[in-house]
């Protein structure tokens, strides 16, 4: 659904998942951290299309074998690191090969946060939804866990809840019998804080993600994807994402 299709529940929702600026951290050499204010609004007004969130993954800083952000996601989340099947996974280090080259890249994906999201298309209920700054989300209160969702999204980004969970981040209530997916950290977003998966690459000394306003032509993400060749996974679905990628 798109923003002309908002309905007065969306609105309520977005009235109440506030978000205000961000911090986005870019690691300009190992251990050295350039950080510039991605302006977004007072914590006392509804998010706003002003903003839109994105990330931007260098792939010519992110190590094979590093699973930094995968594990700093878990945490904050509130899931483990597991590896079976049916294990929550909202950001996952893919190894891509170029067969003629022969040459490897690892790169994390998650939820690409489409501007056109075709989970929130085919979701019977509102539960899928996106905000108004481009984040995508699941209403847990609302979601049935019918997983139409799971099956819309192309770059198999959402995961269903089997067990009951204990030991919840308070900030992500997470349940059995609900479709949840990468929030980008809306949380921390929402207090002024970069995704834990961005934050996690720069302690390790790679800062491979940059987050920031994609709508701010001075915020580092922006004039990075204005600098350089920049690209979104299956482009040709033309979902408009919120996630690019560089280094290819
Ligand atoms: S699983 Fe939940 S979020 Fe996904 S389509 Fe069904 S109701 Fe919507």
Request: with cysteine; hydrophobic share 35%.
């Amino acid at each position: 659904m798109n923003e002309k299709n908002a309905n007065p529940i969306d609105q309520d929702r977005r009235q109440f998942l506030t978000a205000s600026a961000a911090m986005a951290g870019v690691a300009i050499a190992p251990g050295v951290l350039l950080y510039n204010i991605a302006h977004g609004k007072p914590a006392d007004q509804p998010v706003s299309n002003a903003v839109r969130w994105g990330m931007l993954i260098d792939t010519n800083q992110c190590r094979e074998g590093c699973d930094a952000c995968v594990k700093a996601c878990g945490e904050e989340n509130g899931f483990g690191h597991g590896t079976r099947e049916t294990d929550s996974q909202w950001i996952r280090k893919v190894e891509l090969k170029d067969m003629r080259s022969g040459q490897t890249k690892s790169l994390p994906v998650m939820c690409q946060h489409c501007a056109e999201p075709p989970c929130v298309d085919v979701c019977p209920t509102g539960a899928s939804f996106k905000r108004a700054d481009g984040i995508v989300l699941v209403d847990r209160h609302i979601c049935i866990g019918c997983r139409y969702c799971m099956m819309a999204c192309p770059y198999k980004a959402r995961s269903f809840v089997h067990e009951r969970i204990t030991d919840q981040n308070p900030d992500v209530p997470r349940g059995i019998g609900c479709v949840e997916s990468c929030t980008m950290c809306v949380h921390r977003v929402d207090r002024d804080q970069q995704p834990a998966c961005v934050e996690a690459c720069a302690k390790a000394g790679h800062g491979a993600i940059i987050f920031g306003n994609l709508n701010d032509p001075n915020s580092e993400i922006a004039k990075r994807i204005a600098q350089y060749a920049t690209m979104e996974l299956r482009a040709d679905l033309k979902l408009n994402l919120g996630v690019r990628y560089q280094g290819f």
